[in-house]
């Protein structure tokens, strides 16, 4: 999916334009498609509100005070949706739980456009959902449809750092949850909430850096460390030997002697053996994650080995 944005033509009049707001016109018939229902979700356009004031409903007759003028003070993120549309329903809690983590840099306006059509054409949505960026009275990106959670969150930080706001990132409780039933030994738990997390935000790296970490702890399970150590010494060519040799590496916290023992066994093997040893050390970067110098220099060195 290509990067969540709207060309600048959009922004033609530079700040957006109050004035069909200025005479109040009967409200329009709803449409005959899905309706608001009673109880919907969280997030919602009509749903309750987020705590704190990050996450506010705005009409036409709040536009101006809830969206335009705090916006000149910190970045308001207008989502335009209307509870009962699929895609509607399925985006608004993702960008509500987004405003969470934003402990209050940011503030969430929901405007359905079916109790407040006018908003949505002073802001020309073509489709809903649709999100716009405002900060300092006028808008500064936007984007329509449904993005995963991950581009939502890179997009959301780009906002923030053009209106020079810096917001550090807030803990994730799901994470803690997982990480807690993992210090505990419950991996079953662990895995289980893990691949939740996956499930709800795809790519999570902490997600999946835990899973791996289940893994891990799986395949060590009732192993003897000097044992599996001293057997993947008397034995170099044995494959499944050197493999649990480096696990038992990285949780002793020789991961970069563990990533040397595995690209020397990619480097003197072939076929099935060569593959699987080269999984098993991708999946030992995996736990580490992707910012560990120690896993750059040692894809490197696989690259190498296999290439």
């Known amino acids: 999916m290509s990067d969540p944005r709207i060309t600048s033509s959009i922004f033609t009049r530079g700040a957006v ?47 101006q005070s809830d969206v335009l003028e705090r ?34 840099a940011w503030t969430l306006a929901r405007v359905d456009v079916q109790e407040s059509p006018r908003i949505a054409q002073m802001f020309q949505v073509q489709g809903i959902p649709t999100v716009y960026a405002l900060f300092g009275g006028r808008p500064v990106d936007a984007f329509s449809g449904v993005v995963p959670e991950a581009q939502l969150r890179q997009w959301i930080q780009r906002v923030l750092q053009a209106a020079g706001v810096t917001v550090e990132p807030a803990g994730d409780p799901r994470l803690d949850e997982a990480d807690d039933a993992l210090m505990s030994g419950d991996l079953d738990a662990a895995e289980q909430a893990y691949r939740k997390i996956l499930a709800e935000t ?88 992707p910012d560990d110098p120690a896993v750059a220099s040692a894809r490197r060195a696989l690259a190498s080995a296999l290439f």
């Open 71 to 104: 916006s000149l003070n910190a970045p308001v993120i207008v989502f335009f949706g209307a509870a009962g549309y699929p895609e509607s329903d399925q985006f608004a809690p993702v960008l509500e739980r987004q405003a969470a983590e934003g402990g209050g």
């Open 17 to 63: 334009d109050l004035s069909a707001l200025r005479t109040p016109a009967p409200a329009p018939a709803r449409p005959a498609t899905p309706a608001q229902h009673p109880g919907a979700p969280t997030g919602v356009p009509g749903g309750p509100a987020g705590a704190g004031g990050s996450v506010i409903d705005v009409t036409e007759a709040t536009i």
């Open 202 to 289: 795809p790519a999570d790296a902490a997600a999946e850096a835990g899973l791996a970490q289940v893994g891990l702890a799986r395949r060590v399970a009732g192993a003897d460390p000097q044992a599996a150590l001293a057997a993947a010494e008397a034995a170099p060519d044995d494959v499944d030997a050197q493999l649990l040799a480096a696990d038992v590496e990285v949780l002793s916290g020789l991961a970069e002697a563990a990533y040397a023992r595995l690209v020397a066994v990619v480097r003197r093997t072939a076929g099935p053996d060569r593959e699987k040893a080269r999984q098993h050390l991708v999946s030992l970067f995996t736990v580490a994650g």
